[in-house]
């Protein structure tokens, strides 16, 4: 049996999630992760939706956690020693849990971005122009020597979803950022060109020391933050693998292990595509959670990203929205609307899967969809 906590209240303060819309509901992602036999620990915030989801994913043929336990502190953990308990971001608070202390330090090495950029240079692989800082006051001792000029991405060190970053068009827009960011790490990094377009290689690090390839996908982005996925075209940017896979070998060498992501940026030059590893995720992406579902569901191609609901804040009534204009995923034809995040809809939002194998529809599904609840 496998016990699913991806709660991010551990991890909110730390990285300043909790500016994101409905963040504290996303371990509603995990609940489609498991089978029968497994456990998915929730939020009792997220009760009174369950009936609904079940009904939803039963509708759909897609399986889901036998088990759920309601509980509001990682204490509950306490209840499953010696069972496999999988985490959304490996934190001290849960060491006592799941018992990983090397997983833990390489968690933390690679989520820093002032580590993994200098490090992943270091083993071969292209990276834009960055210099790292201590804090602001390391800035200001070195400002007369700062060489990238503008406009320049400031990002925080250890931060998840674009939280802490901007892209600066001058000093005075920096100084904006060191202000709010400033008093821990950060980096400063020279943008790509303006048409480059950022992918999430997903991998799987095993026990045995293996770095098994999951999916690779496009990010779909609102001001340079993640706010979706969408599968590739069959052959597209086919040089992305080589030019992470050795990376992602060697972070599994040095203990990373479960899925992890590495955001790539793609450009284009004269015909030739080139590859810079931007950051590493070390731990469940994003996309990670639709993938899972893509794979259950027995799908390769699809579309995640969230969907404003406004006024209806009932996982019923978007869902019965979605069967009356059949909209919902049909598993014969293999098309239609997923629900993959559904804890935050109480905040106004949900988190949505577009399934078809062309793209066209996929975005005819999304504009459905939004015609549907704007009617609500």
Known sequence: MTVYYHTLKLIVDEHDLGSIKGVLGYESRAFALGGRKD????????????????????RIGLEYCGEVVFADSHKVLEQFAGEEISVFLHTPKLLKYTGEKRRLTAVAFFGDKNNFIPWAKKHGAK?????????????????????????????????DSGV?????RDMKELEEMLTAFGDKAFQLQAPLSEKAIFCNVQFYGTDSGKAVALDATRQILEKHSHAGNETLAPGEFSGIWKSVTPLAEKMVQAN??????????VTSYNGEEKYFVIECNPRWNGSSYPTRIAEKLGVSAWRAEYIYTGPCKSLEEFLSALRNTHLEY??????GVVVFNWGPIKDGKVGVMFISTDPKERMRLKANTQRVVAGL
Do not use: M, W
């Open 39 to 58: 456990t998915v620990i929730l939020s009792s915030d997220l009760r009174k939706e369950t009936s609904a989801i079940r009904g939803h994913y039963n």
């Open 127 to 159: 990276v834009p122009k960055t210099i790292t800082f201590v804090n602001k006051n390391d800035f200001y001792k070195h400002k007369g020597d700062y060489v990238l000029g503008f406009p320049v991405f400031f990002k925080k060190a250890v931060s």
């Open 164 to 168: 802490g970053l901007r892209l600066c």
């Open 256 to 265: 990373l292990r479960g899925v992890f992501g590495i955001d790539v940026a």
């Open 330 to 335: 049909n598993p014969q034809k293999k098309r």
